[in-house]
C-alpha cells in the first residue's frame, strides 16, 4: 500500500526558512510515472496547491511562492521535498504532501505537517 509522510513543519519567524520532506513507501518512484505535490490549507481557506514536479519536466508553482519555494525528488530514496525561503506569515498553513502515480491511476495524500510563520 502507496503512504506518504510528511516531517519538517516547525514554528519560524518571518524571512526564515524551512524544508519540508516527505517519504513514500509502497512503490518505487523510478519505476512508476507520478506526479508529485505539496498542497497547504490556512486555517478557514481551501486546501490549494503549492508546487507539483513530475517523472520529467520542470517543476510548476504558483505565483505567491515562486522564487522562494523549491521542489525537488530523490528518485533513489522515495523522498519529495519543499525547501521554503524567505517565509512570510501568510504561508502560514499544514502542507500536504500528495502522489498521483499513473500505472494505480490513484492519488494518495500524506497526514500533512503544521508550518506556522511568526511576524
Known amino acids: 500500500q502507496v503512504r506518504l509522510v510528511e516531517s519538517g513543519g516547525a514554528l519560524v519567524q518571518a524571512g526564515g526558512s524551512l524544508r519540508l520532506s516527505c517519504v513514500v513507501s509502497g512503490i518505487i518512484f523510478s519505476e512508476n510515472a507520478n506526479v508529485m505535490s505539496w498542497y497547504r490549507q490556512a486555517p478557514g481557506k481551501q486546501r490549494e496547491l503549492v508546487a507539483n514536479?513530475?517523472?520529467?519536466?520542470?517543476?510548476n508553482y504558483v505565483d505567491p511562492v515562486k522564487g522562494r519555494f523549491t521542489i525537488s525528488k530523490d528518485n533513489a530514496k522515495n523522498m519529495v521535498y519543499l525547501q521554503m525561503n524567505s517565509l512570510k506569515p501568510e504561508d502560514t498553513a499544514v502542507y500536504y504532501c500528495n502522489g498521483y502515480f499513473l500505472r494505480l491511476r490513484a492519488t494518495y495524500w500524506g497526514q500533512g505537517t503544521q508550518v506556522t510563520v511568526s511576524s
Open positions: 514536479i513530475g517523472s520529467v519536466g520542470t517543476p
